[in-house]
C-alpha cells in the first residue's frame, strides 16, 4: 500500500538512502592529541582527517574525513619538518656516527636505527608523537610463525622468506654500527638494537613509508634513497578502487596528497598504495583487499608440468620455446576474475598441439585462430589446471580450519587470502565452462 511522501519524508528518505560506514572516532584518545598537537606546531594546519577504527571493514584504524572530498582535493598536506627521511637522521645527534662508518650504511638501515633508538629514548625523543601511535607489531611475512607461513601460495613464500632473510641481514650487517654508537646509551646497545626491534623498525619502515627521492649522499650507500616516514598521513588505508596523485611539492615544501576519487563526508578516506595483486600487499604490508581487482592467481612452472601430456615428444622443445619468448614467466602464467591470462591460454594452445606441428606454434602465440579441438583441449587443460588450484586452495582451508591455535589472528589472514582466491578461480572457473560451451556449439 503506497504511503503519500511529505516534504519530511522525502528529506528522511534522502538521509536514509545513504548508510554512513560504522566507525568510532578515536581522536580524543591521548595519543592521538597529542599527535595532531605535534603536527600542528610543526606546521600542519588543515586537519580534516580524524582518526577512527572502522570495525565493519578488515581495515581496523584509519582515517576519517570530516568533509566531503571532491576529486582534485588534497587529502593532506604533510610540510617537510613533519618528514622522517635520511637527512632527518643526518641532521640527528647519529649524523657524525653515519659519517664515520665505512662502509657506508644503506638508507634503510639509517632509517631503522633512528626509530630503534627514538623508541628506546621515549619521553625524551622528539617523535614520541608518532613513534607512539606506530603498530607494536606487524602481519607481514617477517612477523608470521612459521607454521603459517607454510600455509602461503607457493610463490609468495619464496618471496616471504626473502624478507625474513633481509631482515636478518640488516641486524647482522649493522651490529658493528650499534656497537659504535654506545656512547649514546646508558645501556648496552646489545640490549637496544635486538633482532625484535630491527624486525619491527624494518616493517614500519616496509609498510608506512611514502616514496620520495632524494640526491645520493657520500655518506649513505648507493641504495636508492627514497624512504619518507609521514606520521599521520601513514594512518591512510589502501584500496585498490580509489585514485590519488602523491609526492612533494617543492612550492609549499609540502608531501601532498590529492585524490581523483569522491569520498563522502565521515567516510573512511582511502589511497591507493599501487595496482598491487594480494600477494604483493600480504608481503609488504601484511593484509589483503577483499575482491581486489589487481589479484590473480599465479599458476607454478612446477604444477603446469605435472597436467602436461609426458608423452608428448615435442613438450621439452614447446617448453624451451615457450621460456625463450617469455611465456612461461610466472607473472604471465594466471587465472584472474577475467579468466586465464590471454598469455597463459595462448601458451597452453601450443602446449596442446599435436606432433609435427610446428608451423602452428608461432601462429598460436601471436594470436591467430587455432583449430577448434586444439581450442576445446587447451580449455579443458586450463579448467583442470585450475580445479587442481581450487583443491589446493581447498586442502589448505582445511588446514587453517583445524589449526585453531594461539595463531589465531595470522591463520585468518592465511585463511581469507586463500578465500579470496578461491573467488578468483571460482570465477576462472566459470569463464573457461563459457568458453568451452561456445568452442563446441
Ligand atoms: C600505512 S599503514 C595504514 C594505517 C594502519 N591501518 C594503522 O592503523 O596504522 C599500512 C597498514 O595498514 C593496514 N591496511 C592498509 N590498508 C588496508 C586495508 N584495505 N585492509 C586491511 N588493512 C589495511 C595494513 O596493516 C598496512 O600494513
Redesign the pocket.
Known amino acids: 500500500m503506497g504511503r503519500k511522501r511529505g516534504r519530511t519524508c522525502r528529506k528522511r528518505g534522502r538521509k536514509r538512502a545513504f548508510t554512513p560506514e560504522v566507525m568510532v572516532n578515536i581522536s580524543h584518545e591521548m595519543q592521538y592529541v597529542q599527535l595532531r598537537k605535534w603536527l600542528k606546531e610543526n606546521g600542519c594546519i588543515d586537519l580534516h582527517l580524524v582518526p577512527a577504527h572502522f570495525p565493519g571493514t578488515?581495515?581496523?584504524?584509519?582515517l576519517m574525513t570530516t568533509k566531503a572530498l571532491q576529486p582534485g582535493d588534497t587529502i593532506i598536506a604533510l610540510p617537510e619538518k613533519c618528514l622522517l627521511t635520511t637527512q632527518t637522521v643526518h641532521r640527528s645527534y647519529l649524523g657524525k656516527y653515519i659519517e664515520r662508518w665505512k662502509p657506508r650504511l644503506s638508507p634503510l638501515q639509517v632509517l631503522c636505527t633512528f626509530l630503534v633508538a627514538e623508541r628506546h629514548f621515549g619521553r625524551t625523543s622528539p617523535w614520541k608523537p608518532y613513534i607512539d601511535v606506530l603498530?607494536k607489531a606487524?602481519?607481514?611475512p617477517g612477523y608470521l610463525a612459521e607454521e603459517v607461513l607454510r600455509l602461503l601460495p607457493e610463490a609468495l613464500l619464496g618471496k616471504a622468506e626473502v624478507q625474513r632473510r633481509d631482515i636478518r641481514e640488516l641486524t647482522l650487517s649493522s651490529e658493528g654500527f650499534f656497537h659504535s654508537l654506545q656512547p649514546l646509551f646508558a645501556e648496552s646497545v646489545e640490549g637496544i638494537f635486538t633482532s625484535d626491534a630491527l624486525r619491527w623498525a624494518w616493517c614500519s619502515v616496509n609498510?608506512?613509508t611514502v616514496y620520495m627521492e632524494r640526491l645520493q649522499s657520500e655518506y649513505f650507500s648507493r641504495e636508492p634513497d627514497v624512504y619518507a616516514l609521514a606520521p599521520y598521513l601513514?594512518?591512510?588505508?589502501?584500496?585498490p578502487t580509489v585514485q590519488v596523485t602523491a609526492g612533494f611539492n617543492q612550492e609549499s615544501k609540502c608531501y601532498e596528497i590529492r585524490t581523483l576519487t569522491k569520498c563522502r563526508r565521515y567516510q573512511q578516506a582511502f589511497i591507493c598504495y599501487g595496482p598491487h595483486d594480494n600477494q604483493r600487499l600480504l608481503l609488504e604490508?601484511?593484509?589483503f583487499?577483499a575482491n581486489n581487482p589487481h589479484s590473480v592467481i599465479y599458476v607454478e612452472k612446477d604444477v603446469l608440468r605435472t597436467h602436461l601430456l609426458q608423452k608428448d615428444k615435442e613438450l621439452n622443445g614447446k617448453l624451451s620455446f615457450l621460456q625463450d619468448r617469455g611465456f612461461l614467466e610466472y607473472v604471465n602464467l594466471t587465472f584472474g576474475f577475467e579468466g586465464p591470462s590471454w598469455r597463459l591460454l595462448a601458451a597452453l594452445k601450443v602446449l596442446c598441439l599435436g606432433p609435427d606441428n610446428y608451423s602452428q606454434w608461432k601462429k598460436v602465440l601471436i594470436g591467430l585462430p587455432d583449430s577448434v579441438g586444439n581450442e576445446r583441449n587447451s580449455l579443458d587443460l586450463a579448467s583442470s589446471l585450475c580445479s587442481h588450484l581450487m583443491n589446493e586452495n581447498q586442502k589448505v582451508l582445511q588446514k587453517v580450519r583445524l589449526n585453531r591455535t594461539e595463531l589465531l589472528e595470522q591463520l585468518d589472514l592465511v585463511a581469507k587470502l586463500r578465500e579470496e582466491e578461491r573467488k578468483i578461480l571460482q570465477a576462472s572457473l566459470v569463464i573457461l565452462q563459457r568458453l568451452r560451451n561456445t568452442t563446441t556449439s
Not at 578488515?58 to 584509519?62: E, K, M
Open positions: 578488515y581495515t581496523g584504524r584509519g603498530p606487524y602481519t607481514c609498510t608506512r601513514d594512518l591512510l588505508n589502501h584500496s604490508y601484511g593484509f583487499a
